[in-house]
């Protein structure tokens, strides 16, 4: 081989070592740059993710846990997520499940209603589990409960057995926090409305006097001499314009356990014990009287006397000088000393008013006995 084709087939072999080399360095460039803008990459990515996420845990800060309770329950289980305004009401243990309505019972624990402004927005009632962090008890209350007398139906569920357990999911703190500035947020301020306070007294003046009407029909008796005295998150107080006798009563309504108790006091309700208190059972149906051993029964002009008698320890020189059976289903007694009037007098002694519970009154003092 001679010298010019040796120099030849060098120069060859060093250009395309030289190529190859040259090519090397570019694909490591390449594949460093490529490396170096992945690691860039997912840097931005996790540097992105935190900052969003600091963003997100610092959402809520500014609210209290209350506030985020109640937006991520309505989150989780409301049915309109993108309500203007929602109402949170918190309601007391022994309130009424229905304030128009007793028979539904009373609340055994406090729960919080969440509420929209429309009907198809929903509500959401529900308790929190004490045992089980993030979970609630949600109770099957309509939004609106059905207009049903107080006796027209016998079957009322018990929605405090009606629950659901269910875990809140935390969601999107954003959204929660959109939420949280819907809220209000209240007490409830009311333990029955005045229409179901009335209807449950008329139904016990029923209950009580054996299915007697009479004094519901008196010319004396009409739902509007009620108005609302005290209006309680715990009970009713209602006043009633006694146009028979005059002046004022009062009726209190209140819940204890299954049970709503109704103390009536004649005249004012500054007293240490009512004059006569009705206890309802929700269970039953039924009412009953706290003091029925005073109880006139039959209820008669003569056992109203005999009953007089016994309680203002009369003797036998007194009788009974004129009586009338009142439109209120009370009757009136006068009563006179038999000795009074053979001496020429008028022997007239005192007027009472009796009523079937067993209270009275002299009309010359007017205080319920």
């Known amino acids: 081989m001679n010298k010019s084709k040796v120099f030849s087939i060098l120069i060859s072999v060093s250009l395309l070592a030289s190529c190859g080399l040259i090519n090397s360095n570019d694909n490591a460039k390449t594949s460093s740059s490529s490396e170096t803008e992945t690691t860039s990459s997912k840097t931005a990515e996790t540097s992105s993710k935190t900052s969003n996420e600091t963003e997100n845990s610092q959402d809520l800060t500014n609210f209290s846990?209350?506030?985020?309770?109640?937006?991520?329950?309505?989150?989780?289980?409301?049915?309109?997520?993108?309500?203007?305004?929602?109402?949170?009401?918190?309601?007391?243990?022994?309130?009424?499940?229905?304030?128009?309505?007793?028979?539904y019972g009373v609340y055994e624990e406090d729960v919080v209603e969440v509420r929209g402004p429309q009907e198809s927005d929903?509500?959401?009632?529900?308790?929190?589990d004490k045992e089980n962090s993030g979970y609630i008890n949600i109770y099957s209350v309509p939004y609106n409960f059905e207009e049903v007398e107080l006796r027209?139906?016998?079957?009322?569920?018990?929605?405090?057995?009606?629950?659901?357990?269910?875990?809140?999911?935390?969601?999107?703190?954003?959204?929660?926090?959109?939420?949280?500035?819907?809220?209000?947020?209240?007490?409830?301020?009311?333990?029955?409305?005045?229409?179901?306070?009335?209807?449950?007294?008329?139904?016990?003046?029923?209950d009580t006097s054996n299915g007697e009407m009479t004094s519901?029909?008196?010319?004396?008796?009409?739902?509007?001499?009620?108005?609302?005295?005290?209006?309680?998150?715990?009970?009713?107080?209602?006043?009633?314009?006694?146009?028979?006798?005059?002046?004022?009563?009062?009726?209190?309504?209140?819940?204890?356990?299954?049970?709503?108790?109704?103390?009536?006091?004649?005249?004012?309700?500054?007293?240490?014990?009512?004059?006569?208190?009705?206890?309802?059972?929700?269970n039953t149906m039924t009412f009953t009287e706290k003091n029925s051993q005073n109880i006139i029964d039959p209820f008669t002009e003569e056992t109203a006397f005999e009953y007089i008698k016994e309680q203002e320890g009369f003797d036998d020189d007194i009788a009974v000088e004129f009586s009338e059976i009142k439109d209120d289903g009370s009757i009136e007694i006068t009563l006179a000393s038999?000795?009074?009037?053979?001496?020429?007098?008028?022997?007239?002694?005192?007027?009472?008013?009796?009523?079937?519970?067993?209270?009275?009154y002299s009309k010359n003092n007017k205080k319920i006995i």
């Open 216 to 282: 519901l029909e008196s010319e004396f008796y009409n739902r509007d001499y009620f108005a609302i005295a005290q209006d309680e998150p715990s009970y009713l107080m209602l006043s009633f314009e006694n146009q028979g006798r005059g002046g004022q009563d009062f009726c209190v309504f209140r819940s204890e356990g299954d049970t709503i108790l109704i103390d009536t006091y004649f005249e004012t309700y500054d007293k240490d014990e009512p004059d006569n208190q009705w206890i309802y059972d929700i």
């Open 338 to 360: 038999k000795k009074a009037k053979n001496a020429g007098g008028s022997g007239t002694v005192d007027t009472f008013v009796i009523y079937p519970n067993g209270d009275y």
């Open 152 to 206: 027209d139906n016998s079957q009322f569920k018990n929605l405090n057995e009606d629950t659901e357990n269910v875990y809140i999911e935390p969601g999107e703190n954003q959204v929660v926090s959109q939420l949280i500035e819907t809220l209000n947020i209240s007490e409830r301020d009311s333990f029955m409305t005045m229409n179901s306070a009335i209807n449950l007294y008329e139904e016990g003046i029923k």
């Open 65 to 103: 846990d209350k506030e985020v309770e109640y937006a991520r329950v309505w989150l989780n289980f409301g049915n309109n997520k993108n309500v203007d305004e929602l109402s949170v009401t918190l309601i007391p243990k022994g309130s009424l499940i229905n304030p128009n309505n007793v028979n």
């Open 122 to 128: 929903g509500n959401v009632v529900y308790s929190v």
